[in-house]
Structures are given as C-alpha cells and as structure tokens.
C-alpha cells in the first residue's frame, strides 16, 4: 500500500486540511439550500399578504373628495 503522505503534496497535513474543506463546503451546501427555501417560503407569504391587502383595500369605502394615501411612498 502507498504511503498516505506521498500521494499527496504537502503531507498528512495537507490530506486533514481537503477533509475539513470538504466538510465546510457540505455544510455551506446545506445552509445555501435552507436559505433558499426560506427565501422562496417568504415570497410566498409576501405575495399573500399583499394579496388580502388588495382583496381588503377593494372592500373599503372612500369618501369623495378623500386623498388616497401610497402606504409604499416611504413616509411610513
């Protein structure tokens, strides 16, 4: 059998350092997935909300003559 230090460059130490890279990157695989699917889930519920806001906001009688206030004009 080869000796573990001679296949490859930089010795045992080098072969520890590919293990734990390699167990980071698995791990930032599995937080990126779950980041994603949050972010998905969130613009789900994003989505429905603004949703009833526009179903609720149809529903609301405005007096004449009343102005209508942009709740996304930044001054709220």
Known sequence: AADPESLLPGGWETAVW???QEALNERLDIIEEKVI???EYLE???K???DTVRETA???PVAP???LGDIFDGKY
């Open 58 to 60: 149809k529903d609301i």
């Open 37 to 39: 699917k949050t972010v």
């Open 44 to 46: 789900s519920e994003v």
């Open 18 to 20: 590919c293990d734990e």
């Open 65 to 67: 003559g009343t102005p």
């Open 48 to 50: 429905s909300l603004l």
